[in-house]
């Protein structure tokens, strides 16, 4: 037991005992497979095709972009095997007990969007699974006037938002077995639907055939930056919180190779997937289509439609509960550990799911990919430098467990913020603004400068916070107990 303060603390916030840390390498990996087999996977490399690349260099760049992002999924996993805390604890070290709720808040929001962005998707698999089944068509209709879908879209939206409910409300456990049983399942399914799509096309399709239409090599270096940057932003979020799942392995040497197998081959399998199958419909339909539910309802065979639809639905699940659900409900709970536990905050981001109305989100795509993904990106990564620069250089990798549970240990700094990381982080984000606002069409004028580095926002973010954070503690050194 350790020595703790009830405001800092709950059952799910408390360290995870070494004999329920029993979450093996194929757990991992199974859990990377169940989060990266999903829609956004499966479309993510045609913004880079339709950008100017050939398909080979838009498979490259999904596959440099995880490689990256594996080196601070790794890194910030460490603590959570070692101390078995969670996201938001380790956070404390570096931002202070109260600073981290400013850090763990902006991760949160952002799943928040995600999970309501996914049900949604869910939900529209769903839609079409009853539409092909009873050929009612719940997505036809009047309207309801302030929400934009009909009621049969909000039907199975709230469907299938009850489905992660269940799991929210069954805890980390059942997401464990969700992510084991479906891994297998979901790729077998990816796998039947590339070989119907090259059988019935007769070969792959004219897109492996396309070369790259980029003018310049500059121009492609300048798509290649924002597309990495993109890819590394895809996971930026889990590259937070993964200790929120590390803190349940067994070593680690369990969630490194897990996490290696997991997920850089599952993403450039399942974009490899997607590639193909689209410029498979090229010739099977007559014209491409990139969106997964409109080419399983063009099968030809109701009910392999509908199974194909149902595994759609489970992958969206699968991916919508560990990747958007388990960060939030931690992040809530370190808000108010006494009043809010890992079953509370969930719910509080399932009901923030629905009150953003996703499908208004989605309505309008422009720059969906590259604005959201790099947008965000510019938040977290100066939250993972300072995370890293932290643990692994000032630290060394030591923790004192029991002060992160107390407010007045040494981890409060001045009144339980950590000043030196808020300003770190600050300055961190400040020179991707001007480029995001352009981005946006809120700035018209703004530096070339700013334009260019904006693309790379998650890498510029991270270097500057590491360095920024490491001077400020020149300054401010890290307190350590005697």
Known sequence: MISSDDSLINEDLAPVSLEKRTWSRWNIASLWIGMAVCIPTYSIASSLIKSGMAWWQALLTVLLGNLIVLIP?????????????????????????????????????????????????????????????????????????????????????????????????????????????????????????????????????????????????????????????????????????????????KSQRDQVIGQAIGLPPTMVFYSFIGIVVTSATVVIFGEMIWDPIEVINRLGNKWLSCVALVALAIATLSTNIAANVVSPANDFSNLAPKWISFRTGGMITAVIGIIIMPWKLVADPHGYIFTWLIGYSGLLGPIAGIMIADYFILRKKHLELSDLYQADGIYRFTGGFSFAALAAFTLAVLPNLPGFLSEIGVLLHVHPFFKMIYPQAWFTGFGLAFVLYLLSRKFSPVPIRH
């Not at 059942?174 to 399914?189: D, H, N, R, T, Y």
């Open 73 to 249: 999924m790794t890194l910030n996993a460490h603590p959570g095997t070692a101390y078995g805390i969670p996201f938001p604890v380790l956070l404390r070290a570096s931002f202070g007990t109260r600073g981290a709720n400013v850090a763990a808040l902006l991760r949160g929001v952002v799943a928040c969007g995600w999970f309501g962005v996914q049900t949604w998707i869910g939900g529209a698999a769903i839609s079409s699974t009853f539409a092909m089944c009873t050929g009612i068509n719940p997505a036809e209709g009047a309207t309801i006037a302030f929400l934009g879908i009909t009621a049969g879209q909000l039907i199975c939206f709230l469907l299938f938002w009850a489905m992660n409910v269940f799991f929210i409300w069954k805890g980390m456990d059942s997401i464990k077995w969700l992510e084991v049983l479906s891994a297998p399942f979901l790729l077998g399914v990816g796998l039947i639907l590339l070989i119907w799509a090259v059988t019935k096309a007769k070969g792959f399709g004219p897109i492996l055939a396309e070369p790259s239409t980029f003018p310049t090599n500059s121009a492609f270096w300048i798509a290649f930056g924002g597309g990495l940057t993109a890819m590394v932003g895809f996971w930026s979020t889990l590259s937070l919180n993964i200790p929120d799942f590390s803190r349940y392995a």
